[in-house]
């Protein structure tokens, strides 16, 4: 592709992106005529560009456009639904053939004259009758004076000449105006194009990535220099502290783009909606300046569409409806966006008929999201939640636009995935309120690095409020309620999330002073008790490996200045997994808590999980959910040793005891033997079996109590009976614990608890 060629393209596309927005507020706004203006320009630039480079189809479209956009210009046509939905159409066309010009080089083929006959149409009908005479039969010298009438007079005589003749004469008049303009135009906009410079987005990926690793190499100094007192280096470290954080910030405006380039198909879509449906709906925007990393804003796109979309057809209702409820027959749609506290807040919201949380707590429990009575006992804040499932609707019928239950859970996939939270709130006959709260930038991030259990970790300050040190004096101020620490702040109860406990660290605290990081998610905030409080870095975020990226603890990793590789903290997965929310009274905290619990039971029966299948010797396959393995291994006979009537393996620089899963098992029958691994905590140990056989995907459900020590029970897998094994029965035999018939008495009734936690592997398994 040639540089002429390719400049157009990125010209056009430019110009294309806000024309859309800019012909539907024209829709709105007809004695609009600096915006008319601005779209006739657009479209005269690019049928201009098409006859330099020799774009037949291209140039085709855009002439007839033009010409109708300029009898606009000139009082000629009015605007009318029909002739802007023609405009979009042309529009459309014009998109097409650029994808097309993209991708292949050539103009695409294709047959316009119908759409053209359409745009010519309104000129034959409207403008034949009201155009002076000599705009149609002037002489060839009286031309040259016709740029002495600005394109925007009124003509004050009326021709009597045919409709074919109007049209070749209409493009004689606004070429040769707009040719002065482009003149003019021309040398006002030399002195920015020279300030300018067009950079391929790969290019500015690859400069990010490189200031990461600068400013990664920034922290090791830092921390090598802060060791020596009088080192020769401080000084230089000093300066090149100050000047990576200038070239950080430099490089990170330059992936900076207004959010309102994400908005500019949202006009013509509302305007399609509002057709189609019958209904009359304003779109109101605010804050389309605000700046947000590209990565993001592509990330965000999607969503938007989702919710606007959803909006417009669930929440705004028809004008006949409207008016009978004593609204206005036009609904709004507000859509906004502001920096708060170092990141985007975006409200979308609708004076709509709302959301109905009976009838979306009717469809969780006929969805099996949800057991009636634990539907009952929820509020309607968490019911709304379940929106965001996949496949969740309560459209009645479907549509071209929705009910199929898709849409809500691209918004929070979308959005889950790059830090960010979205929260819905109704009120029925009032309308609906979707607020996302999205990181500025995904690549490096403001963080305080904290310590708990000899652990350090980085929590993002995006969502950090302060910081409270706790003494032992001021012990009193925590309070024990039904089993959950609160800690009274400024006569709030906050509630405490102990890292140590929740990550299955040593939970045995060394001092009585520790630190609360008090952390906001959405409208709700807990405290994070550790043990450390360092200092704030800004770190370089790295995606966390496949085998603990499902936890949701966890938003990425970084390395520190000293080398190490720490974990970051997802305060959103915390609190999702701690169940936290101090925005509420305790009662309904209690309440809402409980009814989670019981929702989450319910649906992690129901849920597949991932299950290990192997042979052991039974007449009966074995079964354990792969969330509680921690490896496979092959063990050569050699490394087998016996000491204290046990099989013992060097496995990692410790001796790890190998329990037989059969006991009539001959360890030393089979060379190699396959052994899987198992942790908890600080103990781990190896299950000596005859064959590894399968990884399925399965509903585990017991439906058979187990009599045999070291069984849950029986559960159908794969189409046979399956015996589900109970790996703490081998951990403790492993370890030496006593057994006792009430041991196992005990693990058979729960075993359907059990099965369900295995949905949930604690940190220390995975």
């Known amino acids: 592709m040639d540089d002429l060629l390719r400049d157009f393209l990125t010209e056009s596309t430019e110009n294309l992106a806000k024309l859309d927005n800019d012909i539907v507020e024209l829709e709105r706004r007809p004695g609009d005529l600096a915006l008319l203006n601005s779209v006739f320009r657009t479209i005269h630039t690019i049928k201009g560009t098409c006859g330099f480079i020799g774009l037949v189809r291209l140039e085709g479209i855009a002439h007839a456009a033009e010409n109708v956009l300029?009898?606009?210009?000139?009082?000629?046509?009015?605007?009318?639904?029909?002739?802007?939905?023609?405009?979009?159409?042309?529009?459309?066309?014009?998109?097409?053939?650029?994808?097309?010009?993209?991708?292949?080089?050539?103009?695409?083929?294709?047959?316009?004259?119908?759409?053209?006959?359409?745009?010519?149409?309104?000129?034959a009908k409207e403008a034949s009758?009201?155009?002076?005479?000599?705009?149609?039969?002037?002489?060839?010298?009286?031309?040259?004076?016709?740029?002495?009438?600005?394109?925007?007079?009124?003509?004050?005589?009326?021709?009597?000449?045919?409709?074919?003749a109007v049209l070749d004469a209409m493009p004689d008049v606004a070429p040769r105006a707009s040719s002065e303009e482009a003149l003019h135009a021309s040398t006002q906009t030399n002195t920015v194009a020279d300030s300018t410079l067009r950079v391929g987005v790969d290019v500015l990926d690859k400069l990010?990535?490189?200031?990461?690793?600068?400013?990664?190499?920034?922290?090791?100094?830092?921390?090598?220099?802060?060791?020596?007192?009088?080192?020769?280096?401080?000084?230089?470290?000093?300066?090149?502290?100050?000047?990576?954080?200038?070239?950080?910030?430099?490089?990170?405006?330059?992936?900076?783009?207004?959010?309102?380039?994400?908005?500019?198909?949202?006009?013509?879509?509302?305007?399609?909606?509002?057709?189609?449906a019958g209904k009359q709906i304003s779109l109101v925007m605010h804050g389309a300046e605000t700046d947000l990393?590209?990565?993001?804003?592509?990330?965000?796109?999607?969503?938007?569409?989702?919710?606007?979309?959803?909006?417009?057809?669930?929440?705004?209702?028809?004008?006949?409806?409207?008016?009978?409820?004593?609204?206005?027959?036009?609904?709004?749609?507000?859509?906004?966006?502001?920096?708060?506290?170092g990141h985007v807040v975006i409200e979308i919201v609708d004076d709509g008929a709302g959301i109905d949380a009976a009838r979306v707590r009717?469809?969780?429990?006929?969805?099996?999201?949800?057991?009636?009575?634990?539907?009952?006992?929820?509020?309607?804040?968490?019911?709304?939640?379940?929106?965001?499932?996949?496949?969740?609707?309560?459209?009645?019928?479907?549509?071209?636009?929705?009910?199929?239950?898709?849409?809500?859970?691209?918004?929070?996939?979308?959005?889950?995935?790059?830090?960010?939270?979205?929260?819905?709130?109704?009120?029925?006959?009032?309308?609906?309120?979707?607020?996302?709260?999205?990181?500025?930038?995904?690549?490096?991030i403001s963080a305080l690095l904290v310590g708990t259990a000899g652990e350090s970790f980085a929590v993002p300050q995006i969502g950090i409020v302060e910081l409270v040190r706790v003494t032992e004096e001021q012990h009193a101020l925590v309070e024990n309620v039904h089993g959950a620490q609160f800690y009274r702040l400024r006569d709030t109860l906050?509630?405490?999330?102990?890292?140590?406990s929740l990550l299955g660290l040593d939970t045995e605290a060394t001092d009585s002073t520790y630190n609360i990081v008090v952390c906001q998610v959405g409208q709700a905030r807990f405290g994070l008790v550790v043990d450390d409080v360092f200092d704030t870095q800004e770190i370089v975020v790295k995606p966390v490996g496949r085998l603990i990226k499902h936890l949701p603890a966890y938003a990425g990793c970084t390395i520190t200045g000293d080398g190490r590789v720490i974990m970051i903290l997802d305060a959103a997965g915390i609190a999702s997994i701690a169940q936290v929310a101090s925005t509420e009274t305790r009662d309904e905290a209690e309440q809402a808590a409980r009814a989670a619990e019981r929702a989450l039971a319910a649906r992690q029966t129901e849920t597949r999980e991932s299950v290990l299948l192997f042979d052991a010797g039974y007449p009966a396959l074995q079964a354990v959910p792969l969330s509680l393995v921690a490896r496979l291994e092959e063990f050569p006979l050699s490394a087998m040793e016996e000491?204290?009537?046990?099989?013992?393996?060097?496995?990692?620089?410790?001796?790890?005891?190998?329990?037989?899963?059969?006991?009539?098992?001959?360890?030393?029958?089979?060379?190699?033997?396959?052994?899987?691994?198992f942790s908890d905590r600080n103990r781990t140990m190896g299950l000596a079996v005859n064959e590894i056989r399968d990884i399925v995907e399965e509903h585990v459900q017991l439906q058979r109590r187990a009599?045999?020590?070291?069984?849950?029970?029986?559960?159908?897998?794969?189409?046979?009976?399956?015996?589900?094994?109970?790996?703490?029965h081998f951990l403790r035999h492993a370890h030496g614990e006593t057994l006792t018939p009430s041991d196992d008495d005990v693990a058979a009734p729960t075993a359907a608890a059990a099965a369900a936690a295995a949905t949930t592997p604690t940190p220390a398994a995975a």
């Open 707 to 728: 009599a045999r020590p070291g069984v849950l029970g029986v559960s159908v897998i794969a189409g046979r009976a399956t015996e589900v094994i109970d790996t703490d």
């Open 129 to 164: 009758s009201q155009l002076q005479p000599s705009r149609v039969s002037a002489p060839a010298p009286a031309a040259a004076a016709a740029p002495e009438t600005t394109p925007d007079s009124t003509p004050d005589s009326t021709p009597e000449t045919v409709p074919d």
């Open 362 to 444: 009717r469809k969780a429990v006929e969805r099996g999201l949800v057991k009636a009575e634990a539907a009952e006992a929820m509020p309607d804040a968490q019911v709304l939640r379940f929106i965001f499932e996949p496949g969740f609707s309560t459209a009645e019928k479907v549509t071209n636009v929705s009910g199929r239950g898709v849409g809500m859970d691209v918004v929070r996939s979308n959005i889950d995935a790059i830090g960010g939270t979205v929260e819905l709130s109704s009120q029925p006959g009032r309308g609906t309120t979707v607020r996302i709260k999205i990181p500025l930038t995904l690549a490096i």
């Open 70 to 123: 300029d009898a606009l210009r000139a009082g000629l046509l009015a605007v009318k639904p029909d002739l802007i939905g023609d405009i979009l159409t042309a529009v459309d066309r014009i998109k097409t053939v650029l994808d097309g010009l993209a991708k292949n080089e050539v103009e695409p083929h294709g047959d316009d004259t119908e759409l053209i006959a359409r745009l010519t149409a309104w000129l």
């Open 208 to 276: 990010m990535n490189l200031v990461g690793e600068l400013a990664l190499g920034r922290n090791q100094l830092l921390q090598l220099a802060a060791t020596e007192e009088e080192s020769p280096f401080a000084k230089p470290v000093q300066q090149l502290d100050r000047v990576t954080t200038d070239l950080l910030e430099a490089v990170m405006k330059t992936r900076m783009q207004p959010i309102g380039n994400a908005w500019t198909k949202l006009p013509r879509l509302i305007r399609d909606l509002s057709m189609s």
């Open 293 to 341: 990393d590209r990565q993001i804003l592509q990330a965000i796109q999607d969503p938007l569409t989702h919710m606007i979309r959803n909006s417009a057809d669930h929440g705004v209702e028809t004008p006949a409806i409207r008016a009978k409820a004593g609204k206005p027959e036009m609904g709004t749609i507000h859509l906004s966006a502001r920096h708060e506290g």
């Open 494 to 500: 906050l509630p405490l999330v102990l890292l140590r």
């Open 643 to 677: 000491a204290d009537g046990h099989f013992l393996v060097q496995y990692r620089g410790a001796l790890m005891p190998v329990v037989a899963a059969n006991a009539s098992m001959d360890l030393r029958s089979l060379d190699p033997r396959p052994v899987i691994v």
